[in-house]
């Protein structure tokens, strides 16, 4: 397709303000191709439910038999410019033409530092310079951050938060600690690592510290700053000051993954600053490139001290997942995207309060901006709204032990939050309905 012919696809579909199923769903061509996949793929993949995407554009994606889909998971917090934003694939395309590797890690990249150039621009570390390692995917990001703060203090021992996600790489499944089935038959895990409540003002210090481990051999608290797969939840006013404390009266380092929360899905670039402190080590991946794979482990400067060699990677901030990030910067700033999300979801978070005094079904209603997690009574519920929602042609996602979560691109409109809410009460009484 030309350019021109693009931008004509885009926008049709972008136009789009809710879903037009055109079969059942799973329709015949979906079908097909689950049952390819079942032969040949990894059967570790945890689909969540038979939908099987084509193309994509904004908030709206459209499956292989042609029916349209309003997402509201952006595929997993990731497209956060929306699907295929011109712009975006523009600098792909641009960056695809010129070149499309040179290991950064060997040679010099400009893209690359452009990419860090913005990071220490927006790093939440006040006035603070930061550097950052660039990497695939969100948990190489936190593998680099485990091994950045072994080294920068000299310390092994790392707390994690009870209900986290990190990732699947081992050091990132040793901190993650949401669903024994992540760890189950991997053993033996990373030692030195030791976990916490996410949100509790004692236990760390009243029985991790005092029992399992001295503050002073611990390297860092790595935190998810509002917690995602865990179930979309917000930390409890005062607790990362809290944290913070702990941290500068022992020594130990604050890492704050934001591969989820960041780069504006709260309102803000990253979740931490609506939380008033400032930690020393920033993890991204997902939103930063809109799609292609980058992650990134920001720390302050004067904590980058690791010698020459200790730590690379062959692909990691490709010239073409850079190009996206750059691009994604832009049209964050130019389309004021942080504004849009605080604006869009608070109409998606009143319309959502406003309808639980309808549906007992909903229990709770919390998050920011499009940071959105749904309390119902189990998983099974969660679950069977997931499901039914996409059988109406809405995406949504399940997440902790109850809850769903609502996370759309962050040029998410009005009108189709509107329209999400309006298919959402359908969901909902469906599901109250027991059908
Ligand atoms: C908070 C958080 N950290 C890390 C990861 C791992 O990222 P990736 O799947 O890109 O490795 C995820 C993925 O969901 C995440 O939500």
Redesign the pocket.
């Known amino acids: 397709m030309r350019a021109g012919e693009s931008r004509l696809a885009y926008d049709g579909l972008a136009a789009f303000v809710g879903p037009k199923l055109i079969t059942e769903v799973p329709g015949p061509e979906a079908l097909a191709w689950i049952e390819r996949d079942r032969k040949v793929t990894s059967p570790s993949l945890p689909r969540a439910y038979p939908f099987v995407p084509k193309r994509g554009a904004g908030s709206i994606v459209e499956d292989v038999d042609g029916n349209i889909f309003l997402d509201l998971n952006a595929g ?2 990731v497209t956060s410019t929306g699907h295929c934003h011109p712009r975006v694939v523009d600098a792909i395309d641009r960056q695809a033409a010129e070149l499309l590797h040179y290991s950064a890690s060997d040679f010099y990249l400009p893209v690359y530092a452009e990419v860090c150039e913005r990071l220490d621009q927006v790093a939440p570390f006040g006035d603070r310079p930061a550097r950052s390692f660039l990497t695939n ?4 990001a ?1 593998e680099a951050a485990i091994k950045l703060a072994r080294f920068a203090t000299g310390r092994q021992y790392l707390i994690g938060m009870y209900k986290s ?4 790489s081992m050091g ?1 499944v040793t901190l993650t600690a949401s669903k024994a089935k992540y760890r189950t038959n991997f053993g033996p895990m990373l030692p030195s690592v030791y976990h916490t409540f996410y949100g509790d003002f004692d236990y760390l210090d009243e029985v991790v510290f005092k029992r399992l481990v001295s503050p002073t051999e611990v390297a860092a608290i790595v935190v ?1 700053s509002w917690l ?2 865990g179930g979309y939840v917000l930390p409890p006013d005062g607790w990362f000051t809290y944290l913070r404390e702990l941290c500068d009266l022992h020594g130990i380092l604050l890492v704050c ?1 934001e ?3 960041g780069m504006g899905r709260s309102g803000k670039m990253w979740a931490i600053e609506h939380e008033g402190v400032e930690p020393d080590v920033l ?1 991204s ?2 939103g930063i490139a809109s799609g292609l794979p980058l ?1 990134a482990m920001i720390a302050r400067e004067d904590l980058m001290v690791w010698d020459l060699g200790s730590h690379g990677s062959t692909y990691g901030g490709s010239p073409l997942s850079c190009a996206a990030a750059l691009a994604t910067f832009d049209v964050i700033r130019d389309e004021d995207l942080l504004g849009n999300a605080e604006r869009v979801g608070s109409v998606l978070l009143d319309g959502l309060r406003e309808m639980k005094t309808r549906h007992p079904l909903i229990r709770e209603v919390r998050g920011k901006a499009m940071w959105i997690g749904l309390g119902f009574a189990d998983h099974q519920v969660a679950e069977a709204i997931e499901h039914v929602a996409f059988r109406r042609g809405m995406l949504m996602l399940s997440c902790g032990d109850d809850a769903v979560r609502i996370s759309p691109p962050l040029v998410f409109r009005e009108d189709q939050a509107r329209e999400a809410l309006r298919i959402f009460e359908e969901v909902v009484a469906e599901v109250e309905a027991g059908t």
């Open positions: 997993i917090a995917s969100g948990t190489e936190v996600f990190h990732g699947r990132s998810e995602g797969e993954d591969v989820q929360s993890i991946g997902k992650g």
